[in-house]
């Protein structure tokens, strides 16, 4: 079956202590894309990947790192997060390099950081 | 920058009855204008999408209609059913390999 897995689903944790979201996608695609869903703000982009070795930054990367070592993974680091981090994760991925193209998206990751 | 407006944010309608999403973009280079569901615990799933070539694309009781001159783009929901119940985001991308979402809206099908 075709998906994009994120784990985990939920995380409580504690100002400052590094935490890591993993994001893999079992489809092939090229682009993969992280973002954040906040009430009333819809998604925003945090960090993308167009291939391998290449990420780029979106609306809102303050304060993440991602990396794309495989084609199949991309992960996002909080290496100390805050309270404003707290918010609904989903990673999404597609077939071609850009964005203008379907996405297919995880069923989030729900981070409270008190 | 870039910006995506959508509205309503709450959109409550009877069942059978059609609703109406709309979303206003800013860059003019845009190309492609997706729609996503999400349903409760679960990520955004896309509907349907539009390019920039191309004024409406129906599949079955959904259409998309796009006005490039205006900058706008619709989500019409015909025939409306329970199962229409969920978070609706527009989204415009293909002029940077960024994509900007609205801002969601949640719409309610009354039975």
């Known amino acids: 079956e075709a998906q994009v897995t994120q784990n985990p689903r939920y995380l409580i944790t504690v100002t400052g202590k590094k935490l890591t979201v993993t994001c893999s996608q079992n489809?092939?695609?090229?682009?993969m894309s992280w973002y954040r869903q906040d009430p009333g703000l819809g998604l925003r982009q945090i960090y993308y990947?167009?291939?391998?070795?290449?990420?780029d930054k979106g609306d809102v990367p303050e304060g993440y790192k991602v990396s794309r070592k495989e084609k199949r993974n991309f992960p996002l680091i909080l290496e100390s997060p805050s309270p404003n981090q707290t918010s609904l994760y989903f990673c999404?991925?597609?077939?071609?390099?850009?964005?203008?193209?379907?996405?297919?998206f995880g069923d989030g990751t729900r981070l409270s950081i008190l | 920058g870039e910006n995506v407006e959508q509205h309503p944010s709450t959109l409550s309608v009877q069942e059978g009855d059609s609703a109406v999403i709309k979303c206003t973009y800013s860059?003019?280079?845009?190309?492609?204008f997706p729609w996503y569901k999400q349903e409760l615990g679960k990520g955004p799933q896309l509907i349907i999408d539009?390019?920039?070539?191309?004024g409406e694309k129906k599949d079955q009781r959904i259409a998309v209609t796009l006005n490039k001159t205006a900058k706008h783009f619709s989500l019409h929901i015909t025939e409306t059913q329970p199962e229409d119940s969920a978070v609706y985001f527009c989204?415009?991308?293909?002029?940077?390999?960024?994509?900007?979402f609205g801002s969601g809206t949640r719409l309610s099908i009354r039975p």
């Open positions: 489809m092939n695609h090229e682009y």
């Open positions: 999404a991925s597609g077939p071609t390099r850009g964005s203008n193209q379907p996405q297919h």
């Open positions: 539009i390019r920039s070539n191309v």
């Open positions: 990947s167009m291939n391998v070795e290449v990420t």
């Open positions: 989204a415009e991308g293909g002029s940077a390999s960024k994509i900007i």
């Open positions: 860059d003019s280079a845009s190309n492609y």
